[in-house]
């Protein structure tokens, strides 16, 4: 017994250590979920806020409020775990003031050197809460478009439509074209042939975007009614007619491409002309005879003499 006694009076400093570094995870951990769900529960409570306001959309409330959620959960989740690591090494023996004071010399040291690092996080931040782009949004970023999939605090994720995944670093984008803030327009022109009333083709557009706005499956996705702008220009084969739609973020292509079909189903019905482009072959008039002292020579002679000059040629080829 008394070597048990002398075996568990050994171990005792590391069972107490590891008892320890067991209840910093256990209670980093509680308090990381507790941050989350305090978190959640501001997420709902800031959706709920923001819907009331008129020209609220509630898809976009949800996309800036999930944004900002996932970006406040990364800061959470980083900050508990630092905390809790050097809680840990504390445990271990290792002296975390020298660790700290060797770490703030190496953090300034990074930082002078890191300048482009913080430029991204700071127009992440920026991007963030000026609500520029969000995750959901359909976007151009530096001549680049596709769906956002991430917003970090450095980099910006986008997916193009042919699945590339495109990343981007906050401080280095110098363009930023979000199709899907808030509203979104679908324009379209339609071009008809000259001989056409470009009053009545109006007429029939508009008589179809009242149509589409009465279908049950696209009403709730449309804002406005449609915009007929009217002739905006005359091009080689067609009279453009310019229109547009308001609708839903991301809902102006599903919106176009029903109207589009209508558009095309309308117009065989009523016989208007949807033309193509046209390309005319002119051969030019016939070549005017060559004159040689002062007589004419036909195509005919001209072309006796050079059969004459072929034959002279194979005969001289067959003797030699």
Request: glycine share 6%; charged share 25%; proline share 2%.
């Amino acid at each position: 017994m008394r070597n048990v006694y002398n075996l568990i009076d050994e171990w005792h400093p590391v069972f107490s250590v590891v008892i320890s570094i067991f209840i910093i995870g256990i209670v980093s951990i509680l308090i990381y979920k507790s941050i989350t769900l305090v978190i959640r529960q501001f997420q709902l409570r800031a959706v709920s806020n923001l819907s009331n306001c008129d020209r609220c959309v509630p898809i976009e409330t949800e996309k800036r409020v999930d944004t900002l959620g996932k970006v406040l959960r990364k800061i959470a989740f980083i900050t508990v775990t630092a905390i809790a690591s050097l809680m840990i090494l504390d445990e271990l023996g290792i002296d975390i003031k020298a660790l700290l004071a060797g770490l703030g010399i190496v953090g300034l040291a990074v930082g002078f050197g890191a300048q482009s690092l913080v430029k991204d996080i700071i127009s992440g931040l920026f991007l963030i809460f000026e609500n520029h782009i969000r995750v959901g949004d359909v976007a151009i970023l530096n001549g680049t478009g596709g769906l956002v999939e991430k917003v970090n605090l450095r980099t910006t994720v986008l997916r193009s439509a042919d699945g590339v995944l495109h990343v981007f670093h906050n401080g280095s984008i110098n363009s930023l074209s979000n199709m899907t803030h808030e509203y979104s327009f679908y324009v379209f022109d339609i071009g008809v042939a000259y001989k056409e009333d470009t009053d009545r083709v109006c007429k029939i557009l508009e008589e179809l975007g009242e149509e589409i706005m009465n279908d049950p499956e696209y009403k709730d996705h449309i804002l406005e009614p449609i915009n007929v702008l009217g002739v905006d220009q005359f091009s080689d084969s067609a009279v453009m007619i310019k229109a547009r739609i308001k609708t839903l973020p991301i809902k102006q292509w599903m919106v176009g491409r029903e109207l589009n079909r209508r558009i095309k189903k309308r117009f065989d019905q009523e016989g208007i002309e949807i033309p193509f482009p046209h390309r005319t072959l002119y051969f030019g008039e016939q070549q005017k005879p060559v004159v040689q002292n002062n007589q004419a020579i036909t195509r005919q002679e001209i072309k006796a003499v050079l059969q004459e000059v072929l034959d002279e040629r194979e005969i001289k080829n067959r003797n030699g």
